[in-house]
């Protein structure tokens, strides 16, 4: 299975989730918030492909302390893929990011995530006190903790 990414952050990020994480963004959204800061990942028609089980591998190898955030564009728009590339992380710990709401969130990748950030970012509700989030109708889920 194939997944289009625009780019990846190693080791790097502490806005994106709790600890220091790698983060991969996805290409593709067709929500295209006003205000979005990663406009350049809209775009449904180019980014890197690459072959899921390939990035995991990469993903794995890379991030020096298996803490990583997939972002976009919004990943649910390669819904498939990414369930598929979340599985193949799962020794890892995980966050999703999505403009979704909750219950748009395919449930059989849940047991999968250690966070979830749900909700389409909304300007004139932006934030930048409340850790991972950039507007105050989104939410950050602690889903499960590690051991």
Same mark, same amino acid.
């Given at each position: 299975? #194939? &997944?289009?990414?625009?780019? &990846?952050?190693?080791?790097?990020?502490?806005?994106?989730?709790?600890?220091?994480?790698?983060?991969?963004?996805? #290409?593709?959204?067709?929500?295209?918030?006003?205000?979005?800061?990663?406009?350049?990942?809209?775009?449904?028609?180019?980014?890197?492909?690459?072959?899921?089980?390939? /990035?995991? @591998?990469?993903?794995?190898?890379?991030?020096?302390?298996?803490?990583? +955030?997939?972002?976009?564009?919004?990943? /649910?728009? @390669?819904?498939?893929?990414?369930?598929?590339?979340?599985?193949? /992380?799962?020794?890892?710990? /995980?966050?999703?990011?999505?403009?979704?709401?909750?219950?748009?969130?395919?449930?059989?990748?849940?047991?999968?995530?250690?966070?979830?950030?749900?909700?389409?970012?909304? @300007?004139?509700?932006?934030? +930048? +006190? &409340?850790?991972?989030?950039?507007? +105050?109708?989104?939410?950050?889920?602690?889903?499960?903790?590690?051991?």
């Amino acid at each position: 299975m #194939q &997944i289009y990414v625009n780019s &990846i952050v190693y080791n790097k990020s502490i806005s994106d989730g709790p600890g220091i994480r790698s983060v991969v963004y996805l #290409q593709g959204c067709t929500r295209h918030c006003q205000g979005c800061h990663n406009k350049s990942t809209w775009a449904t028609n180019c980014g890197l492909k690459y072959d899921v089980a390939k /990035l995991a @591998q990469e993903l794995k190898e890379n991030t020096l302390n298996q803490k990583i +955030t997939i972002s976009g564009g919004e990943p /649910l728009f @390669q819904k498939k893929a990414v369930i598929s590339l979340i599985k193949e /992380l799962k020794e890892c710990n /995980l966050c999703l990011y999505t403009s979704h709401n909750y219950d748009e969130v395919p449930i059989e990748i849940l047991p999968y995530l250690n966070y979830l950030k749900v909700g389409k970012y909304e @300007q004139k509700f932006r934030c +930048t +006190t &409340i850790p991972y989030i950039g507007s +105050t109708n989104q939410k950050f889920i602690e889903l499960n903790k590690e051991d």
